[in-house]
């Protein structure tokens, strides 16, 4: 997502120094920067695995609403007021340029000749949107990732209460179990899906758009902000988490590409079909995004921890700056590629390496200019709004 992707956390600068379970930590942005790049790198076609930044955000968002909750649960002993203002506090972050975003969608379609599309209308503004697409491919190219917005709202809808309503440890207990449960619930998403969709293309993407499929992922994020101060105060068992989860993942794709090897022999069709959002057989759609989701996990971890490595790469200037408008980034960068690439269309239908790498430059540079914008004129008035349900 996403985002920041699809979340927000306290503002740098801030006159009071915030709690260490609190404070702002400027590399998760960096994060930010690095999963909205890739994704717009593959809708370019210049990375493949660029998907992989939606599951990083995920991640990150799993990890921002939590440090935002511990840092206002405090005050309210009332577990309903901090449900709501939960609530209100990602409302006001993430639906006015969403809602502004559909809209524009919207009028646009009806100028295009295009009504239509106004079918898509109540499953984008209920964030069920993901749903709608298992069965009903995108007809508007432009609008055609507002699925990760729904996985995301979905998540919000359960967190807060397991939140409100559970003793920190009794999280920390639901939150594991959840994060074992993931592979669980894609198994049985796999099991229903075998006899209720046509083909493996359909059963692949719908294991990769339900969104309680990847609550572990947000659930990864939840967990290392409660365990926040413990992972700042132990670089070595930063490392640890990291290389582990890189050693989960470099296995993952050693035995599929083993099994692949058994059937295809030894070459580049091999190792096809191993890291790939929408991806079937043989239970990979089952491991492969708690591999990806462990892995994005350490990269927070390793930060938290003041890795320096990570920490000189997340301080490139420039990319907490991106980061921090990364949401509208996300949002925007799908319709400026259908304009740019409708006035740069591939010669003979073909994509150059040359043609994406220019689609690719004027995409990312228009994209910011008009998040950056729209951080500063549309975003941040709203958002001077959440400090009344802190």
């Known amino acids: 997502m996403g985002t920041q992707a699809l979340t927000a956390s306290a503002a740098p600068g801030a006159a009071d120094p915030a709690p260490a379970r609190t404070a702002y930590v400027g590399e998760i942005d960096a994060?930010?920067?690095?999963?909205?790049?890739?994704?717009?790198?593959?809708?370019?076609?210049?990375?493949?695995?660029?998907?992989?930044?939606?599951?990083?955000?995920?991640?990150?968002?799993?990890?921002?609403?939590?440090?935002?909750?511990?840092?206002?649960?405090?005050?309210?002993?009332?577990?309903?007021?901090?449900?709501?203002?939960?609530?209100?506090?990602?409302?006001?972050?993430?639906?006015?340029?969403?809602?502004?975003?559909?809209?524009?969608?919207?009028?646009?379609?009806?100028?295009?000749?295009?009504?239509?599309?106004?079918?898509?209308?109540?499953?984008?503004?209920?964030?069920?949107?993901?749903?709608?697409?298992?069965?009903?491919?995108?007809?508007?190219?432009?609008?055609?990732?507002?699925?990760?917005?729904?996985?995301?709202?979905?998540?919000?809808?359960?967190?807060?209460?397991?939140?409100?309503?559970?003793?920190?440890?009794?999280?920390?207990?639901?939150?594991?179990a959840l994060v074992v449960a993931g592979p669980l619930i894609r198994a049985g998403l796999s099991v229903w899906a075998e006899g209720a969709l046509p083909d493996d293309g359909y059963k692949a993407f719908a294991i990769y758009v339900i969104g309680p499929a990847h609550f572990d992922s947000f659930a990864i994020g939840a967990l290392i902000a409660l365990h926040r101060d413990a992972i700042a105060a132990d670089l070595a068992r930063a490392r640890l988490y990291f290389f582990a989860a890189l050693g989960a993942f470099v296995a993952y794709c050693?035995?599929?590409?083993?099994?692949?090897?058994?059937?295809?022999?030894?070459?580049?069709?091999?190792?096809?079909?191993?890291?790939?959002?929408?991806?079937?057989?043989?239970?990979?759609?089952?491991?492969?995004?708690?591999?990806?989701?462990?892995?994005?996990?350490?990269?927070?971890?390793?930060?938290?921890?003041?890795?320096?490595?990570?920490?000189?790469?997340?301080?490139?200037?420039?990319?907490?700056?991106?980061?921090?408008v990364s949401y509208g980034a996300y949002l925007y960068h799908l319709p400026v590629l259908v304009l740019v690439s409708s006035l740069l269309p591939a010669r003979d239908g073909a994509w150059s390496f040359t043609h994406q790498a220019m689609t690719f430059a004027i995409v990312y540079g228009v994209t910011l200019a008009v998040a950056f914008a729209s951080f500063r004129f549309i975003e941040k008035p709203f958002l001077r709004l959440r400090h009344r349900f802190a």
């Open 31 to 176: 994060l930010r920067c690095f999963a909205m790049t890739a994704v717009v790198l593959q809708h370019c076609q210049l990375l493949p695995l660029g998907w992989m930044g939606v599951w990083l955000f995920y991640v990150i968002s799993g990890f921002a609403i939590t440090t935002s909750l511990l840092g206002s649960d405090a005050p309210h002993p009332s577990r309903g007021l901090l449900i709501r203002n939960f609530m209100l506090r990602r409302a006001i972050r993430i639906w006015p340029i969403y809602v502004l975003f559909v809209a524009g969608n919207m009028i646009w379609a009806l100028i295009a000749s295009r009504p239509d599309i106004l079918g898509e209308l109540p499953y984008l503004l209920t964030f069920t949107y993901n749903f709608r697409m298992i069965a009903h491919e995108a007809q508007w190219p432009a609008i055609g990732h507002l699925w990760t917005i729904s996985v995301e709202e979905q998540f919000y809808l359960v967190f807060p209460f397991l939140f409100a309503f559970l003793d920190r440890e009794g999280l920390k207990r639901a939150l594991a």
């Open 254 to 324: 050693g035995v599929y590409a083993g099994l692949q090897m058994q059937s295809l022999g030894f070459g580049a069709d091999a190792l096809r079909n191993i890291i790939s959002g929408i991806l079937w057989g043989e239970g990979r759609q089952i491991v492969m995004y708690s591999a990806i989701a462990l892995l994005a996990g350490s990269l927070i971890a390793l930060v938290l921890a003041k890795e320096a490595w990570i920490g000189a790469v997340c301080a490139i200037p420039g990319l907490q700056a991106i980061g921090r």
